[in-house]
Structures are given as structure tokens and as C-alpha cells.
């Protein structure tokens, strides 16, 4: 057994990774729900684990990402933390979406990227489809926000502002 099975989740489950995240890496399991998904993705990138980010996406966030440069952006990062803000109702149980921050080191220097994610159902499996901007002003401090022109922390080779952030 790996020693990141017996140590907490870094989803922030309060779960170890084997009793939580573990089996949707690993494809024992399919996560149930989009909250259980955006655990899960958080909880791949800080393993560096791209392929399984990309096999949970669909459509235009499919199309638009670059597995190299979300690997070599995944590695970069000291992952600090996921704080799950609201998680929608399912809506028909096709879609959903889930509000977080992630906070991370980037160069020595604190940032967090709020999100609200948008999820689809298909195929009996959730995917992860879109991104928007958090819309909180007091859930990121001014001084640890994606710069505009810095590069976009999804991977996208885009600048934040023509990314993410528009």
C-alpha cells in the first residue's frame, strides 16, 4: 500500500485517500455526484495526474485543454487546499455545478483560483464541461488573484483574461 493511501485526502474530505478519492483515480469506481468529480480532479492535479483529468472532461473544456502544459503547471504548484464553497442541485440529475477556491503556491507567492464549475451527465458519468469565475470578492484577497495577463491556471496556454477569467 502506498503511503498517500493512509494519509488524508487532499480534497479536504477529511477522509484518507484510500477511503475517498482513491478509487475514482484508480477506476474502481465512478464519482456519483459533481462534487465527488471536482474532489476528485482537485485531488489528481496534486498528483500530477493528468490523464485522469482529461478523461473527465467533455466538450469545450476538452477541446480547449493542453495535457502538457496542465502537467507541467500541476507540477509547479505546492497544493494548499480546497475549500468547496456550494454544491448545486442536480438538475435532472443531467447537470450541476460546484462553487470552489483552491489555494496554492505558485512561485513562493499565495494565489487561489475561485471557480464555479459546470458538470454533465452523460453516459451514466459525470463530466467536468465548464468553468466560470467565482463571483465572492471577500473569498480571495485582492494580493493573491490571478494577475490578468498572467498565464491561466487551467492549462489553457491562454492568458488569464482571455481564459478563466473573461
Not at 493512509?6 to 477529511?14: F, K, L
Not at 507541467?72 to 443531467?94: C, R, Y
Not at 467565482?134 to 473569498?139: D, E, K, P, R
Request: a neutral charge.
Amino acid at each position: 500500500m502506498n503511503k498517500e493511501n493512509t494519509e488524508d485526502c487532499p480534497c479536504g474530505s477529511n477522509k484518507t485517500y484510500l477511503a475517498c478519492c482513491e478509487k475514482f483515480l484508480q477506476g474502481k469506481q465512478i464519482p456519483p455526484t459533481p462534487e465527488a468529480l471536482m474532489r476528485s480532479r482537485y485531488t489528481a492535479f496534486t498528483f500530477s495526474n493528468i490523464d485522469y483529468i482529461s478523461q473527465t472532461m467533455t466538450g469545450v473544456a476538452l477541446q480547449n485543454f493542453n495535457p502538457d502544459n496542465a502537467k507541467v503547471w500541476a507540477k509547479q504548484i505546492k497544493w494548499l487546499g480546497l475549500e468547496v464553497i456550494n454544491a448545486s442541485p442536480i438538475e435532472n440529475n443531467e447537470r450541476g455545478s460546484v462553487e470552489f477556491i483552491v489555494h496554492y503556491l505558485l512561485n513562493d507567492r499565495k494565489q487561489n483560483l475561485h471557480e464555479i464549475s459546470e458538470f454533465r451527465r452523460e453516459n451514466d458519468r459525470w463530466y467536468y464541461v465548464d468553468g466560470a469565475p467565482g463571483n465572492s470578492v471577500n473569498a480571495v484577497e485582492e494580493s493573491s488573484k490571478v494577475g490578468r495577463n498572467d498565464p491561466c491556471p487551467c492549462g489553457s496556454e491562454k492568458k488569464y483574461k482571455k481564459c478563466c477569467g473573461s
